[in-house]
């Protein structure tokens, strides 16, 4: 007999080039962003500093929510109804919270039913509300600086973005100045208003610049938003962080009620911006498109940490839990730590009246002229990318540069600042105050 043997080849299969298919012209041929050039420069830094990079760029927390908030977290993991999904408006426990939580600042009652969707953070909420009323074409107002994300979040659904700068003060490189000289420009807003005009973005309290809106203001951007029928997405995440009057857009007249969507946040209310829990309030013929295009976007929020907010908002509610009035002296306290430092350096800075974010003037730090910066810092870029950088280098300090939340054509009006983030513990701005001192012999007076 003979035996025979079956060969099985292992030749490796011949490959071929394949031409991806293009993706689209609104994701396509965008720019490294800031936050990847901060983080890059600053694990480059750590790697050849002698000391820690502190951190003061991002906005998020270097601590714990309240214990109240992690133990209705934690609590809500053994509930078996809070580990599948809730009802793609949001569960009706944190809906009703929600509306308690509102009614008192809005003065009547919230329809937890028809009036509140919750969202996977505020950033999920407010691309469902571009997504709901936006067509091809239709103009979004937004105010300069501005959180980067309307831009994306405008733009995707086919929207386009007018920019209205808010101008500051002209003496600010001399003096320390209040966020509310920070002022809109009512004629450049009454002259960006045009049939195409969908919508108003209004941010306040504001990041960056810490400005409470004042009624004065809101009323006049409201009156513009009736006479053309505009819907104002009020943007008021740090609505629990303000140290001066705070106003909320909805509550100004019955008209502006019906057009507004006011913007929340368990992740800035709570320190919690890991969670990605927010929400949006308004009238229910509004809500009812923003919940059907939150519905296709991301379905439902998770259910755990849904729960927990609901839970934390009870409880911050009681009579006996001083949390809300301890966290705004708090944050009073983090700015003393950390803003003494500009005071002792002679530069200036803008004194924010709500939020967690200081801009700082550089104007009068000198950077050696024969510095070598990379191209994503020098081309197509302002003068704070480059300070910015140089301080990550050589300080050790992450911070922003904000012309990053600026249109090009109004980036002059923001090169000389930096943006710092105070939502740290007090012994971290205590630790970047010792290390901005190494600032003092690039200070130009």
């Known amino acids: 007999m003979t035996s025979s043997t079956t060969i099985t080849s292992t030749a490796v299969p011949k490959t071929t080039s394949v031409t991806l298919p293009k993706p689209s012209p609104k994701i396509a041929g965008q720019a490294k962003d800031v936050w990847t050039i901060v983080n890059e420069a600053a694990a480059e830094a750590q790697a050849s500093l002698p000391f820690p990079v502190l951190n003061l760029g991002q906005g998020f ?97 086919g929207g386009k973005v007018v920019y209205v700068p808010l101008v500051p003060p002209p003496d600010n490189d001399v003096r320390t100045v209040s966020s509310s000289e920070w002022k809109v420009d009512f004629e450049d807003l009454q002259s960006k208003i045009s049939p195409r005009t969908k919508m108003i973005v209004v941010n306040s309290p504001h990041n960056p610049v810490g400005k409470v809106f004042s009624r004065e203001e809101l009323e006049k951007i409201g009156q513009i938003a009736v006479e053309n029928n505009i819907i104002v997405l009020s943007d008021e995440v740090y609505d629990r962080l303000y140290y001066k009057p705070f106003t909320r857009m909805a ?47 991301c379905f439902a929020v998770n259910s755990p940490l849904q729960e927990a907010t609901a839970v934390a908002l009870q409880e911050a509610a009681k009579a006996e839990n001083t949390f809300f009035v301890d966290h705004v002296e708090a944050y009073k306290q983090k700015f003393r730590i950390f803003n003494r430092i500009w005071d002792e350096l002679g530069l200036t800075y803008t004194d924010p009246e709500g939020g967690y974010f200081v801009l700082v003037n550089f104007s009068k730090v000198k950077i050696p002229d024969d510095y070598q910066f990379p191209e994503d810092v020098t081309v197509g870029r302002a003068k704070d990318f480059q300070i910015a950088y140089w301080l990550i280098k050589e300080i050790g300090v992450v911070t922003i540069p904000p012309t990053e939340f600026y249109h090009p054509e109004h980036a002059h009006l923001a090169e000389k600042y930096l943006r710092f983030a105070v939502c740290k513990t007090d012994d971290y701005l205590e630790q970047a105050v010792e290390r901005l001192r190494l600032l003092k012999p690039y200070i130009q007076h």
């Open 251 to 297: 509550t100004l007249s019955p008209e502006l009620q019906q057009l507004t969507l006011t913007v929340g946040s368990a992740g800035k209310t709570f320190s919690a911006t890991g969670w990605r829990v927010g929400w949006l309030i308004g009238d229910a013929e509004l809500i009812k498109y923003v919940s059907a295009a939150h519905t296709r976007i």
């Open 61 to 157: 927390f270097s601590y714990n929510p309240p214990e109240f908030a992690i133990r209705a977290a934690q609590d809500a993991l053994n509930d078996v109804s809070c580990n599948q999904y809730s009802h793609t408006k949001g569960r009706p426990s944190l809906r009703k919270a929600l509306a308690a939580a509102y009614e008192p600042s809005f003065g009547r009652k919230i329809n937890w039913e028809s009036e509140v969707v919750v969202t996977s953070g505020a950033n999920e909420g407010m691309f469902s509300a571009f997504t709901a009323f936006l067509s091809d074409g239709d103009e979004v107002v937004v105010f300069e600086p501005f959180f980067d994300q309307y831009i994306s979040n405008i733009q995707l659904p």
